[in-house]
């Protein structure tokens, strides 16, 4: 791909994602701010004894989510023991244990880390009753969750935030589904494979004999990337051209990570009454975006030596269909969105375009981040924003009318918190218990020294914010990493909500303050520069130490 080629790519994704914004952002809005049901929906209310109109408060919110998803890491680790007892189950044979557990929690936390091949360890049934919907049900979640908080600083003097059951349906039919539906069948005109054959057994063009894969590729693919899941129906994921044939739906692909996302902060703006608050915070991800962008981009164009330089670039891992600057942006894409989804191998990536990618999640996923959960994710950064810059000026911090006062910024803090403490924990147990360490260089761990660390290091963090890919090279189905990793999964994944879904419970109870001389305004370019700026600061203090172990060390190497 020649650089004006993909100037022209880029300019139409911003056109594509500028056309998106209003109408979704909008639609959106209006999806959650209604009080009528759709007649399914009201069939779905009476059969689970949910009263529509009855808001919940925050502790109540909380448990409908725990116990919705927990129950859905049940039924998917049931589904993947009984496979072999299941229809079109293609043969294959129950799912391990400890790979059930892993799988289960991955796909109910939108994480959708797979530590096996799933063309040869998932039959349809599987694939379909449990991951894809899975894949609906969780990114659902999120976006229920981002709801809330939303409503948070809408509210006034409110001791409730919504109904988890409310916001879930309607987020899967009215939003999801119909969206899904349809990319799925552009991606079937696009020539990604949408069928039941099974394995089919072919002969080559050299006398040899091959066995092809097939099955519901195009569904799964579009919720995949819609619902920013990331779990590909085949083991290279979107590198492969059943689910990714050619050019242009690669950039189909990169649209759908984007869209719903970066349609959010008009759903925001809508919300709280300010759409210049909405633009203020799609300036931030945009900014943190496209300097992710070109720095990958450049890293990966330099190569990292001879060999490089002379193949014309770094392109093992890469497929020639979509080139280095086709790959950087879905990999940008990728790891900004919690996707995971890739179209390259990550493992393959120069030293410091491999730090790109994790540093892209140590952000803290907010440009634009998983659906729903990047927006809530950069509003509790703008939270400690308006914080810092009130201790700059010596007044009582408010966000939009809001005051943010000792229990806010404690929540808001504990949010920051909680993904680094497991990347780092997990990372520093995995090298720190002989037995571990030991058996992870041994049987995990396929290049050794800085690179090995890496992979341990980018699992993790993958893990902790739910992107779910991988540095390939990582032999992840071991008891140690299926278990660590699970409970990072799972942790990372619902201990944050805990605290988004209190700090909305607190902030809809306050009543709202009118705006002074001395309120800050969080509609303009310092504000966007400042929230930028405490992402980066935040990230590089946390991460720095741990990155100079790894990419860091490999590139001056």
Do not use: C
């Amino acid at each position: 791909m020649t650089f004006w080629l993909f100037v022209a790519l880029l300019a139409t994704l911003v056109l594509m994602l500028g056309l998106s914004y209003r109408p979704l952002g909008d639609y959106m809005a209006a999806t959650f701010t209604s009080r009528k049901d759709l007649r399914v929906e009201r069939g779905f209310y009476r059969i689970i004894g949910v009263d529509s109109r009855v808001d919940q408060s925050w502790p109540v919110y909380l448990r409908s989510v725990l116990a919705f998803s927990v129950l859905g890491v049940l039924l998917v680790y049931a589904l993947q023991r009984a496979q072999a007892v299941l229809p079109y189950s293609l043969g294959l044979p129950a799912v391990p244990e400890g790979l059930s557990f892993n799988t289960a929690i991955s796909f109910v936390t939108n994480t959708n880390w797979q530590s096996y091949s799933p063309e040869v360890t998932m039959g349809y049934t599987v694939q379909i009753a449990g991951l894809a919907v899975q894949n609906f049900l969780s990114a659902a979640v999120g976006i229920a969750v981002a709801i809330t908080l939303v409503r948070g600083f809408a509210a006034h003097r409110s001791g409730t935030i919504g109904n988890f059951w409310v916001d879930m349906t309607r987020a899967t039919l009215r939003i999801l589904l119909p969206l899904s539906i349809v990319f799925a069948v552009v991606l079937v005109v696009g020539g990604a494979v949408q069928n039941f054959n099974g394995f089919t057994s072919v002969s080559t063009l050299t006398g040899g004999a091959a066995t092809i894969p097939g099955g519901p590729v195009a569904s799964q693919e579009a919720i995949k990337l819609l619902g920013n899941n990331g779990g590909g129906f085949f083991n290279v994921n979107s590198a492969h051209p059943f689910e990714n044939p050619t050019a242009w739906t690669n950039l189909i692909e990169i649209f759908l990570m984007l869209l719903i996302p970066f349609s959010l902060p008009r759903t925001f703006g809508k919300m709280v009454g300010d759409n210049r608050q909405g633009y203020a915070i799609l300036g931030a991800m945009g900014a943190i975006f496209i300097v992710s962008l070109i720095a990958l981009t450049l890293f990966e164009l330099q190569g990292a030596g001879t060999a490089t330089q002379a193949a014309g670039g770094a392109l093992e891992g890469k497929e020639q269909r979509f080139g280095i600057l086709g790959t950087t942006l879905f990999s940008t894409t990728s790891t900004l969105t919690s996707t995971g989804a890739v179209n390259s191998m990550h493992d393959s990536f120069t030293p410091l375009g491999g730090m790109m990618t994790m540093l892209n999640m140590m952000t803290g996923e907010v440009a634009p981040g998983g659906i729903g959960a990047g927006l809530y994710g950069i509003l509790v950064v703008a939270i400690i924003s308006v914080f810092l810059a009130g201790l700059m000026v010596g007044r009582t911090p408010e966000y939009l009318g809001k005051k943010i006062g000792s229990r806010e910024i404690k929540l808001a803090s504990l949010y920051i918190l909680m993904t680094p403490t497991l990347v780092l924990l997990g990372t520093g147990l995995s090298f720190a218990i002989p037995a571990i360490k030991d058996n992870i260089e041994k049987v995990s761990i396929f290049n050794p020294g800085q690179h090995g660390f890496s992979e341990v290091l980018y699992a993790f963090t993958s893990a902790a914010n739910n992107n779910g890919s991988a540095f390939a090279g990582l032999s992840a189905n071991t008891p140690w990493l299926n278990a660590a990793l699970g409970a990072t999964m799972f942790l990372g994944r619902f201990v944050p909500i805990v605290f988004v879904l209190a700090l909305a419970g607190s902030l809809a109870a306050q009543d709202k303050v009118p705006a002074t001389a001395g309120t800050l305004p969080t509609h303009r370019p310092l504000f966007v520069a400042f929230v930028v700026g405490v992402v980066i600061i935040v990230a590089a203090l946390t991460y720095f130490p741990v990155l100079a172990l790894g990419p860091l060390a490999e590139g001056l190497h």
